[in-house]
């Protein structure tokens, strides 16, 4: 797997028109040469990359790209990359940050509805973590740094998409989930910057993983 930060500038955001997740998902997939079928789209085979924004201020913004093939010369910014190591996703515990769209489908009408507040994000990011991508969130170090929404139009058509980012630490229980989670995302919104796990393995000044 291959990291990549896409650094923009003022005069990169003005050229790539840059107002919205939308236009920002545009930039994004215009990195990467489309290799998914129309069927595979359909199936929602997995495009082989994920990206979340990570901000900036009225000078430069940063986008954060995790891909498993090396991207395109962007038009506009600048890109770094760096191929991960086979011994990155062997630690026991990270700590992480990730953007998600926090969602479950209900049981009455079988639709998928947004979890709201920041109670309830957390104790569904908990519950479902050990079962859906093989990881226990410590829950005493569980924060959510910011919740709200995404708005965008998309071919005259207004979506909303709930937003929550989380940080704290997490244990693996599960390695060959965890990876695939990794590699894949997690939960709904992909496309549009949700569910790339950041993670940093956390290790003592020995060198060893530190005892829980």
Same mark, same amino acid.
């Given at each position: 797997m291959i990291v990549s930060l896409l650094y923009l500038n003022r005069d990169d955001i003005n050229a790539l028109r840059i107002?919205?997740?939308y236009s920002l998902h545009r930039i994004v997939y215009s990195l990467f040469d489309d290799i998914r079928s129309d069927q595979q789209k359909l199936e929602s085979i997995s495009s082989g990359f994920l990206y979340v924004d990570k901000g900036g201020d009225w000078d430069h913004r940063q986008i954060l790209i995790l891909s498993n093939r090396p991207l395109n010369e962007p038009k506009c910014g600048k890109i770094k990359s760096t191929v991960l190591s086979e011994s990155f996703l062997q630690h026991e515990h990270y700590g992480f940050e990730i953007t998600l769209n926090p969602t479950k489908r209900d049981t009455a009408s079988g639709k998928i509805v947004p979890i709201r507040g920041s109670e309830a994000v957390?104790?569904?990011? %908990?519950s479902k973590a050990p079962t859906s991508w093989g990881f226990e969130v410590l829950s005493e170090k569980l924060q959510i740094q910011s919740i709200g929404v995404k708005s965008f139009e998309k071919k005259g058509h207004?979506?909303?998409h709930g937003s929550a980012t989380l940080i704290?630490?997490?244990i693996v229980t599960d390695r060959n989930k965890f990876i695939q989670n990794f590699q894949h995302g997690i939960g709904r919104g992909k496309s549009f910057?949700?569910?790339?796990?950041?993670?940093v393995p956390l %290790?003592?000044?020995n060198n060893r993983e530190i005892n829980i």
């Open positions: 107002q919205d997740a957390k104790e569904w990011f %908990i207004h979506v909303t704290g630490e997490l910057g949700f569910g790339l796990l950041q993670i %290790i003592n000044h």
